[in-house]
């Protein structure tokens, strides 16, 4: 379980963001230049450490992914069938595009769950399925361009290779060099609240007003993203018998609002753009009281 004073500051930071994005962050520069610290440099070192410092999960939290890909069917299935024609695509998408990077992750890390190997493993195993599966899936079904598109993402993705590099790192036992290991450190410090902030901004700008009208040929996907998805990996993860903390760590991740990994996908493969920013930003607002039910059933 994730207490609920550690949940409340991120979605603070997202509304501080949200702010600034009305005001100081407005400038698309502005905007720009905090996504380019946190995508090329913060967020990066700090799954980077995540991977490096996380204890061997059991072998069990490693079927996360499994149980991952059946909720994911489950939610994204009932989403496109509750989609207006011609928005299946998107509705399905937005129901299994989890924001793992800027909330599910940190969150996870720090928490109590960080402590434990089963919750960490089920993590880093779920975030390598969003990075190289997701993502992808996502270039298919929604952008032109098609797998290539997605895979040339892929190769340019820097918490792709971050993630490679940890688990590299780990896998020949080798360890950082001091002054590295502490420029490491000092990036990701700035990762969480960065991300954060830069999550509400981009969400500011693309609120449309916090109008409900683009949601009007989607709004199954927001349910079936917040509480579909999450109850059905519970279910998956416990006929797999996965071990406890990758069965809580799991449930907080599929809980997390649609990425905006989804939004740029969307946009660049000619998408309706309201439509993705609207299940962003109504997604997100709705995750708080989400993480707080399913704090309450898991905990």
Not at 49 to 72: G, K
Not at 146 to 151: H, T, V
Request: aromatic share 6%; hydrophobic share 65%; with cysteine.
């Amino acid at each position: 379980m994730i207490p609920l004073p550690i949940l409340l500051p991120f979605f603070a930071l997202i509304l501080l963001g949200w702010l600034l994005g009305r005001g100081p962050l407005a400038a698309p520069q502005a905007q720009a230049g905090l996504r380019a610290f946190v995508l090329y440099a913060a967020l990066p070192a700090f799954v980077f450490r995540f991977v490096v410092e996380a204890e061997r999960p059991p072998p069990a939290a490693l079927l996360a992914p499994l149980a991952y890909v059946l909720a994911s069917a489950v939610a994204g299935g009932a989403s496109a069938m509750g989609a207006r024609r011609g928005l299946r695509r998107m509705a399905f998408m937005a129901a299994i595009s989890a924001n793992l990077g800027y909330i599910g992750l940190p969150a996870i890390a720090v928490s109590p769950l960080g402590a434990d190997p089963a919750a960490v493993g089920a993590a880093i195993a779920l975030l390598v399925l969003d990075v190289l599966g997701t993502l992808n899936l996502g270039m298919v079904l929604m952008a032109r361009g098609g797998l290539g598109a997605g895979l040339g993402a892929l190769v340019r993705a820097p918490i792709a290779w971050a993630m490679l590099a940890g688990l590299g790192l780990r896998g020949f036992g080798l360890a950082l060099p001091e002054p590295a290991a502490r420029l490491a450190a000092m990036l990701s410090g700035g990762a969480v609240p960065g991300a954060l902030v830069s999550l509400g901004a981009v969400l500011a700008a693309g609120g449309a007003g916090l109008s409900f009208r683009p949601l009007a040929g989607v709004a199954a996907a927001v349910p079936a993203k917040l509480v579909l998805q999450p109850a059905a990996y519970v279910g998956a993860a416990m006929l797999l018998d996965l071990p406890r903390g990758a069965v809580v760590a799991g449930a907080m991740m599929a809980a997390c609002p649609v990425s905006l990994g989804f939004f740029l996908v969307a946009a660049a493969g000619g998408q309706d753009s309201r439509t993705a920013a609207a299940l962003c930003l109504w997604s997100t607002v709705a995750a708080a009281p989400s993480f707080a039910l399913w704090n309450a059933l898991l905990g």
